[in-house]
């Protein structure tokens, strides 16, 4: 059963980047055929996906975050981060980590949520 | 840029009742690309359907999927207590994915 675990600050100052780390465990990160995902969901409203990377480190963003999101990946720790950059109130949210299956083209497990909030 | 809308955005019902979910599309999405999830309060989503109509690991029968290029529907043929909640609709595309807004069905 794969299992994902957001870990990271839940407070964050504007204009400070916020780090989140997803750990994988009851699979190898490095299986071919999945997209390592992070989404996101402000307090009351929808999800909102941020980006993927896949174990080779090919990354996709959605365009209205593209300027300040990075996602790494590190095989050898089973882990993927996100680093949002510049952050303002509009990016308090609970933060998913995911898994894209390729094959199935579903968001197949998830992590139970990490709440971020930005806030001085 | 892919636009998904999903109406109405509240459905209130009572547990028996059959609940239908729309799903549309700005532009024609490959029945393969979209997947449903549900979000339970204070829960992360969870895959129900994908392939527009392939039921995930341990989805009841009551859920089911159908529809094609810009109108998907997401059908529960009869509501049991643990099904209100929040549903969203998600396609990929272009390497991207894309949620809807969501559909809340809450119990009449």
């Known amino acids: 059963q794969v299992q994902l675990q957001e870990s990271g600050p839940g407070l964050v100052k504007p204009l400070q980047t916020l780090s989140l780390t997803c750990s994988v465990s009851?699979?190898?990160?490095?299986?071919?055929?999945?997209?390592w995902s992070w989404i996101r969901q402000p307090p009351g409203k929808g999800l909102e996906w941020i980006g993927y990377?896949?174990?080779?480190?090919?990354?996709y963003y959605t365009p209205s975050l593209r300027s300040r999101v990075i996602i790494s990946i590190d095989t050898s720790k089973d882990h993927f981060s996100l680093n949002l950059t510049s952050v303002t109130a509009a990016d308090t949210a609970v933060y998913y980590c995911?898994?894209?299956?390729?094959?199935?083209?579903?968001?197949?497990?998830w992590g139970q949520g990490s709440l971020v909030t930005v806030s001085s | 840029e892919m636009v998904l809308t999903q109406s109405p955005g509240t459905l209130s019902l009572s547990p028996g009742e059959r609940a239908s979910l729309s799903c549309r599309a700005s532009?024609?999405?490959?029945?393969?690309?979209l997947a449903w999830y549900q979000q339970r309060p204070g829960q992360a989503p969870r895959l129900l359907l994908y392939g527009a109509s392939n039921r995930a690991t341990g989805i009841p029968e009551r859920f089911s999927g159908s529809g094609s290029g810009t109108d998907f529907t997401l059908t529960i043929s009869r509501l049991a207590p643990e099904d209100f909640a929040v549903y969203y609709c998600q396609q990929y595309g272009s390497s991207l994915l894309t949620f809807g807004g969501g559909t809340k069905v809450e119990m009449k």
């Open positions: 009851g699979d190898s990160i490095n299986s071919g055929g999945y997209y």
């Open positions: 995911a898994r894209y299956d390729f094959w199935n083209l579903r968001l197949d497990y």
């Open positions: 990377i896949d174990s080779l480190g090919s990354a």
């Open positions: 532009q024609s999405v490959a029945s393969k690309f």
